[in-house]
């Protein structure tokens, strides 16, 4: 019989919940005990840092805010130890929320700043704890305090605490990783520019994910704290615990929802492994080694190399889901109808006007060719619409709602699409997930399943569906302009912005991109494309628009437009009086 | 609270200049293997405490004058920053995974300090390490000067060598595009490799200095890294004088909170500075 | 090379220990069983060394004359790596699955509150040597080796205080620096008590976080401040920093006291002649009037220059873990017992002549006396001064 992982959970946790029971060794539930707390802190950091790629070296921090509420809460307020622990999660979480609220509003603040940052975060933390009465220097005991009953007797809480609070992580990191939230966490982890213009609301997603991450760390030291019954500031906060769980996590697999706590139970155990008192030093070395050893041979990670393909092999089972029938966009003609309005668009990069007030106006169902030299404000005009910059001035107003200022996700929920002149794929996410992604978040906010049936579609539109399960690195650059289509498409938008989708294509491909191009627009699209391609331009266009140092200088028909002087004199240089 | 003398002031001052330029020194290498190689190399601290332990055993067991030690350990720990690149480029190692593998070799660079020289406290005696000279009332330790100028030199000619030789010039390129670099005929794995070994010789040159003014232990390993990491951010990864500066202006904030508040609350100064240097900073790193 | 002779030497002297493990077994039967761990490796692992020698040597010398009860006595060690939670783990692998006979403590406050939680859980004798903060231990069968009373934080900066009253220079100005390290944080507040009821006047008080790098600054505020006396509350090489410190910019405090330096490198360090510090035990007499100490010395002194013990001396912490094992030998020699309950019950009744002295175990949480006694660093050695009947011969507390 075939088990999900949920079950497996279930069924390994009720086994391991019978272990009081059995008349074992006490030291079992302890040993075991330490394997669950790591895999709390190892599988809650890789909710953040593992799936979006955010790694905190802050863990310790939120595991001790954790410990330090628990051992505050029952030695001082003599708050029943059980009831500390909501506490102490609730606590870790508004501190990470509180950090993640200001560094995530941060775009320059990835990768190895935020590292720093939450490092850095950790370290004022264990000051500010050091110095003001929350410990003061002497630690906090919690001999006194009173361990209650769970199942057998009060020695078992603590295992059964840990043992809860590990299938807890489990199964929470496991729904993470299925749900719309994971799937839009693992974009974040590939291009959170991307991800965000695709729909994703990757602030609110990071904050989430943080906090969840805190929050179970928290508990876990609030369990930890009564393990060990005496908290001191330079053990909670040394900076071996954010190293050890990063360790854990990075060993077992980040991409896998079961990484870390393969990880976690691999190294608590080989680190127990090297206990005897004989040779300590050449133990310790002895594990540094199998670290290196390890990370050489499986940069991937345990599970990364084990089951790599597990998710593929899974994918090509339901590979045989009838494509759904063509999910149309909105089938307007082409009318007078103003879709999307822009007035006086300004934008100014440290000093560069790249956008001077520019008005276009843009007409539901036309293709709208958007000229002008390189520099002169067409790439600009573009990422303004979707969101990516915030204007200085002017506004722009789609389908009648003004949308200057929002987020780029709530844009593309709106209904506005775009492709990237250089794709830029999801890297670790299949051709199906790349395109299945803004199915679900963009406007047509469909659900997981109909979502992959849209993906599947549009890769067939495009011609991709051949390889719907290979990695866009796979892919040669005119396959991944046409994913860049398929994407922008999944989203059912109402306007597609184009943006140089067939530079860099052999003669034969622009054919082929222009009929995709048309046939789009004859599924009742409207179309803003931004091209170098005259000949495309001329032949595709209802109306273009030309620019010009971030103005626009001409618009109207493309043949009439391109004889206006001042259009030649922008093209071919001022001719001479 | 008496109003400090300008003595306390001024050695104040001169302590937090010290102690910074080591954090300098330390995140010197960190810096550009960090910001040239993509490397997150943890081992650096732990090669800089083998430096230092091994100029304390040439120097208070072999009788060597502590400068001449580096004549033997910087072509050592050459050798070994080029074996380490080797090693990294043969297994092309991601930044994170560098972090791993590089505490790894931590571990076990720590234990092998551990098990020569036992875990107990090392101090080294050396002929610099009393002599110090007096400016009006404020002393002036030689040791901690010699790192200061260590530092400097060091930091300065690194930032010469990048931005006027070729050899520099070539290395800031590889840095910059390795794929582009190539194509003008620049040996990026080359290249990698001395600037790996320098890395680690500075290092080397750490540890004489941490050997010259501090009692050694093995788990002081890990005590540096978080202020350290700290300076190479605030400086700027790959810059070469910017650990200097970022670690002396650490320095000199922790050493002013000390004299004028409570050495307690120095950590807070220091990290706050590198939060606030994070948040605000407008250019990229 | 010096180097590669002494890893030869160390790596025969594993080999020579392990022989000589084989070799040694005299006494016959079941052998008795002895548990622990220590923080072999790891942030405290400083003194480890030091405790695993001691052990080592006492047990056997022990199995040397007939074992306990005849039985021979095997030491089951096990390292820590520092960490509380691993401690508590290893305990309650030594109880419940090694089955040992006796505990034995591990090193430093934290990682003993995690055994002392296991012996209790167990209800077992747990002998502990490095109990820092006496009045967090709540539990009836832990007996501390090392003994500094229930209330140290009074008794020792007392005794202190005694030492310096016997001078002629008893100190009008103190200042008081501390790490905020637990146990040696507590001793800095108690300084601050004791030394207002004896009206001496605090002209500073200042506290660093444990693992400070620079100490300069404190140094200068201590040189401004100009006590008559500075009580140094640093643990391990903090005290050594701020001593070189003090030495950079010329100043030596006219008398100053260190709570738990790393004893052997302060001694040599330049400044350190005539500073004060903490012990329970020095190799000269009185101490070394008793033949086992004298005997334990010499060994030690061996194993010490062979394990590349940076200083081979018997102080304080050797003798608090050689005192934990002849408070073990004691109880169950004369109660020719392992029970648990009967050895507590005769632990409480009686005193144990220990190297460091008799120990009793009647106070409150089975704290005793406060041996710690002051000592000097006097010619480049530390000898004890203070009380009179254990200092060095001849010996007395020197001012400058």
New interface residues.
């Given amino acids: 019989m075939k088990l999900s992982a949920p079950a497996w959970i279930a069924l390994v946790g009720l086994g391991l919940a019978t272990v009081p029971f059995f008349g074992l060794p006490a030291f079992y539930e302890s040993f075991l005990y330490l394997i669950f707390s790591a895999i709390v802190l190892a599988t809650s950091w890789n909710i953040l840092s593992g799936y979006s790629g955010y790694f905190s070296f802050g863990h310790g921090a939120f595991f001790g805010a954790g410990m330090y509420t628990t051992a505050t809460l029952t030695s001082k307020f003599e708050i029943p130890f059980l009831w500390t622990l909501p506490a102490a999660g609730i606590i870790a979480a508004l501190l990470g929320v509180g950090v993640g609220a200001v560094v995530f509003r941060l775009r320059r603040l990835r990768g190895e700043l935020f590292a720093l940052l939450t490092l850095a975060v950790t370290f004022v933390l264990a000051t500010i704890v050091l110095n003001t009465p929350i410990d003061g220097g002497q630690g906090v005991p919690l001999t006194a305090v009173t361990l209650p009953a769970i199942l057998s007797s009060p020695s078992s809480t603590l295992y059964v605490l840990g043992l809860a609070m590990a299938l807890l992580t489990l199964w929470i990191a496991y729904s993470i990783y299925l749900a719309k939230l994971g799937t839009g966490l693992f974009a974040i982890h590939d291009d959170e520019d991307v991800a965000e213009v695709m729909g994703v609301p990757t602030y609110r997603y990071k904050l989430i994910a943080f906090g969840l991450s805190c929050a179970l760390a928290g508990v876990a030291g609030g369990i930890h704290a009564m393990f060990i019954s005496y908290v001191t500031v330079g053990e909670t906060f040394s900076i071996i615990v954010p190293l050890n769980v990063v360790l854990m996590s990075v060993l077992g697999g980040t991409r896998h929802w079961l990484g870390p706590a393969v990880g976690a139970t691999v190294i608590t155990a080989l680190l127990y492994g090297f206990t005897a008192g004989d040779y300590p030093v050449a133990g310790r070395a002895a594990v540094g080694l199998i670290l290196i050893v390890v990370i050489l041979f499986m940069p991937e990670g345990l599970l990364g190399r084990f089951i790599p393909r597990l998710e593929g092999r899974r994918r090509k089972t339901t590979a045989a889901t009838p494509v759904a029938a063509a999910p149309a966009p909105d089938a307007v003609q082409a009318s007078s109808e103003t879709l999307l309005r822009i007035n006086g668009l300004s934008k100014a990069f440290s000093g560069v006007q790249a956008l001077d007030g520019a008005d276009v106006e843009v007409r539901r169902g036309e293709i709208l060719g958007l000229v002008g030299p390189n520099g002169s404000g067409k790439s600009t005009l573009i990422n303004m619409i979707s969101g990516h910059f915030r204007l200085d001035s002017g506004s722009i107003v789609f389908d009648g709602v003004d949308i200057a200022g929002l987020p780029a996700h709530r844009v593309a929920q709106a209904g506005i699409a775009r492709t990237y002149q250089i794709p830029r794929p999801f890297a670790h996410l299949s051709v199906l997930q790349n395109v299945t992604l803004p199915a679900m978040f963009g406007r047509a906010a469909l659900g997981r399943g109909a979502a992959e049936s849209e993906a599947r579609y549009w890769l067939e539109f495009t011609g991709l569906a051949e390889k719907a399960d290979a990695l866009p690195g796979e892919l040669n650059l005119h396959q991944r302009k046409f994913l860049e289509l398929a994407r922008a498409l999944a989203s059912r938008p109402r306007l597609l912005l184009l943006d140089e989708v067939l530079s860099g294509l052999t003669p034969a491909e622009i054919d082929h991109a222009i009929a995709t191009i048309r046939t789009i627009r004859d599924l009742g699209a409207t179309i803003v494309f931004v091209e170098h391609v005259m000949h495309a331009v001329m032949e595709l266009s209802d109306r273009i628009v030309v620019l010009n140092y971030g103005k626009v200088i001409a618009e109207g028909k493309p043949e009439e437009v391109m004889r206006r002087p001042e259009v030649v004199t922008v093209y071919l240089g001022k001719p001479h009086a | 609270m008496n109003f400090p003398s300008w003595t306390l002031l001024g050695q104040s001052l001169l302590s937090g200049i010290f102690i910074g330029s080591l954090y300098g020194l330390l995140g010197l290498g960190l810096s550009l293997s960090w910001g040239m190689l993509r490397q997150i190399n943890l081992a650096h601290f732990a090669l800089a405490f083998l430096g230092a332990y091994l100029t304390f055993q040439l120097t208070s067991v072999g009788g060597m004058d502590p400068l001449l030690t580096l004549g033997l350990i910087a072509p050592a720990f050459f050798a070994f920053g080029v074996l380490m690149q080797w090693l990294f480029s043969r297994f092309s190692i991601s930044p994170f995974n560098s972090l791993l593998v590089t505490f790894g070799l931590t571990v076990i660079i720590e234990s092998l300090i551990q098990w020569i020289w036992t875990a107990d406290y090392r101090k080294m005696d050396s002929v610099y390490g009393e002599m110090k000279f007096k400016i009006g009332s404020l002393y002036v330790p030689l040791p901690e000067l010699l790192t200061l100028i260590i530092a400097v030199t060091l930091s300065l000619s690194t930032w010469a060598l990048l931005r006027y030789t070729d050899l520099g010039k070539a290395m800031r390129a590889a840095a910059e595009d390795p794929q582009i670099a190539a194509a003008f005929g620049v040996n990026e794995k080359r290249l990698a490799l001395l600037l790996s070994g320098l890395a680690a010789t500075f290092a080397g040159v750490a540890g004489l200095c941490l050997a010259l003014s501090y009692t050694l232990s093995p788990s002081q390993i890990y005590a540096w890294i978080g202020v350290v990491f700290a300076a190479v951010m605030i400086g700027g990864l790959g810059n070469p004088i910017g650990p200097l500066i970022a670690g002396i202006v650490i320095g000199v904030a922790e050493a002013m909170t000390m004299a004028l508040i409570s050495p307690a609350w120095a950590p807070l100064v220091s990290f706050s500075l590198l939060i606030l240097v994070l948040l605000t900073r407008a250019d990229k790193v | 090379?010096?180097?590669i002779k002494?890893?030869i030497l160390?790596a025969t002297g594993v080999l020579l220990g392990l022989g000589l493990q084989v070799a040694v077994a005299a006494p016959s039967g079941q052998p008795i069983k002895v548990g622990g761990?220590?923080a072999?490796?790891?942030?405290l692992?400083?003194?480890?060394?030091?405790h695993?020698l001691a052990g080592e040597i006492y047990v056997e010398q022990l199995n040397k004359k007939n074992g306990l009860l005849g039985r021979p006595v095997e030491w089951?060690?096990?390292?820590?790596?520092s960490?509380?939670?691993?401690a508590?783990?290893?305990y309650?692998?030594l109880?419940?699955?090694d089955k040992v006979d006796l505990l034995l403590g591990p090193y430093a406050?934290?990682n003993i509150?995690?055994a002392?939680?296991v012996a209790q859980?167990y209800q077992k004798v747990l002998v502990h040597h490095t109990m820092g903060?006496p009045s967090?231990?709540?539990y009836d069968m832990q007996f501390p080796a090392w003994s500094v009373g229930y209330d140290p934080a009074t008794t020792v900066t007392n005794t202190l205080l005694d030492a310096l009253a016997s001078t002629t220079k008893f100190p009008k100005t103190i200042a008081i620096v501390s790490s905020?390290?637990?146990s040696v944080?507590?001793m800095s507040v108690g300084m601050r008590e004791a030394a207002k009821k004896r009206g001496i006047k605090e002209v500073l008080f200042?506290?660093?976080?444990?693992?400070?790098?620079?100490f300069?600054?404190?140094a200068?505020?201590v040189?401004?401040a100009n006590p008559d006396f500075i009580f140094v509350g640093a643990i391990?090489?903090e005290g050594?920093?701020l001593l070189?410190?003090m030495?950079?910019?010329?100043y030596v405090p006219p008398m100053q006291y260190f709570m738990y330096p790393?004893p052997?490198?302060l001694a040599?360090?330049?400044g350190a002649e005539r500073a004060m510090a903490g012990s329970i035990f020095e190799q000269h007499p009185p101490f070394t009037n008793n033949p086992l100490a004298a005997e334990f010395v010499k060994i030690f002194n061996e194993r010490a220059t062979k394990?590349?013990?940076?200083?081979n001396a018997v102080e304080t912490q050797a003798a608090a873990s050689y005192s934990a094992w002849q408070v073990i030998e004691a109880a169950v020699t004369a109660t020719k017992s392992l029970d648990d309950k009967v050895l507590a019950a005769w632990l409480k009744k009686n005193k144990v002549d220990t190297i460091q002295g008799k120990l009793r175990f009647d106070g409150p949480s089975n704290f005793g006396d406060d041996l710690l006694r002051v000592k000097q660093v006097q010619n480049g050695h530390w000898v004890v001064v203070w009380p009179k009947e254990w200092a060095a011969p001849g010996a007395k507390l020197l001012t400058q």
């Fill in positions: 090379m010096k180097l002494k890893l160390s761990t220590l072999l490796t790891g942030p692992s400083a003194t480890a060394l030091i695993k089951i060690l096990k390292d820590d790596q960490k509380p939670d691993l508590r783990t290893l309650e692998q109880v419940t699955v406050t934290g509150l995690s002392v939680g859980k903060i967090l231990v709540k905020k390290f637990p944080y507590m200042l506290e660093w976080e444990f693992g400070n790098k620079d300069g600054p404190i200068s505020r040189k401004d391990g090489l050594n920093q070189d410190a030495k950079k910019i010329d790393a052997g490198p040599k360090a330049p394990a590349g013990l940076p200083d």
